[in-house]
């Protein structure tokens, strides 16, 4: 009886190490993270330092700055993808987008805000509250992206914008901004908007975040942005991260995916 006693004890000591822990831990979740520095364009040493950073940072460049077409030629030259930041009401100026303009008005000063910036791969809003609201010009818009193949950003400067819904129904390549960094322009607030952004990216998978080549953005991110490998966070450009949410709406912009 105690050799059969024994036998047993072995075959369930041999199950017990070939079997998984039942409180085992799940594999680390992907956590990306994406950035994009608007309103580039207007100071060339300054701008010059975004394109230092160790990474896959988005330009988006202003039409009406006076470096507009140089900056874009050397963010190209060095690996960075470029955006035209767009103006749209209440920005002002002779491209900026405002509701009470005809259609043929805005695609005029959509061609000569993408003829200001070459290398262009999509486009994201500079303000727009007002503009971004307007379903019959963010229809208009996507389709001109879509015809152009450009993506497009939506800043979310408005909890009334409906331009990721239009460009999510005709299949237009997109995404949603989900943290400004710098509302607050001073370091210790951009370095909690970071962080903010960093668990976002635990916690939901993915983060896009915009930031202005302010000198306390550019400071902090000068100093964080080396960091983030170590601190499991993989930064991705803004190509890899509409594919990786496959113009899918966060639950903070949608539901089940879908734009409201």
């Known amino acids: 009886m105690r050799f059969w006693s024994v036998i047993a004890l072995l075959c369930c000591l041999s199950g017990a190490a070939h079997a998984a822990p039942a409180n085992a831990p799940e594999a680390p979740r992907k956590a990306y993270l994406t950035l994009i520095i608007d309103d580039l364009g207007q100071n060339l040493p300054r701008d010059r330092r975004v394109l230092a950073f160790p990474g896959p940072v988005t330009t988006a460049i202003m039409p009406d700055t006076p470096h507009a077409a140089e900056f874009a030629r050397e963010a190209h030259k060095a690996g960075k993808i470029v955006i035209l930041h767009m103006p749209m009401d209440p920005a002002t100026g002779p491209f900026a987008w405002h509701p009470d303009l005809p259609l043929e ?88 908007q970071l962080n903010t952004a960093i668990k976002h990216a635990r916690s939901h998978g993915s983060v896009v975040m915009i930031g202005h080549p302010y000198p306390q953005t550019l400071a902090v991110l000068e100093r964080e942005l080396p960091t983030l490998k170590a601190q499991g966070i993989d930064w991705i450009d803004i190509k890899q991260m509409i594919g990786v949410r496959s113009n899918q709406a966060m639950d903070a912009h949608g539901k089940n995916g879908v734009y409201r």
């Open 105 to 192: 008005e805005l695609a005029k000063r959509l061609d000569a805000a993408f003829k200001a910036v070459p290398y262009t791969s999509g486009i994201n809003n500079h303000e727009g509250s007002r503009m971004t609201a307007q379903p019959q010009a963010m229809a208009w818009l996507m389709g001109e992206l879509q015809q152009r193949h450009k993506f497009f950003v939506d800043s979310r400067t408005s909890a009334k914008t409906v331009a990721a819904a239009e460009a999510q129904k005709i299949g237009l390549a997109s995404v949603s901004r989900d943290v400004f960094l710098d509302n607050v322009r001073t370091e210790d607030a951009i370095t909690q």
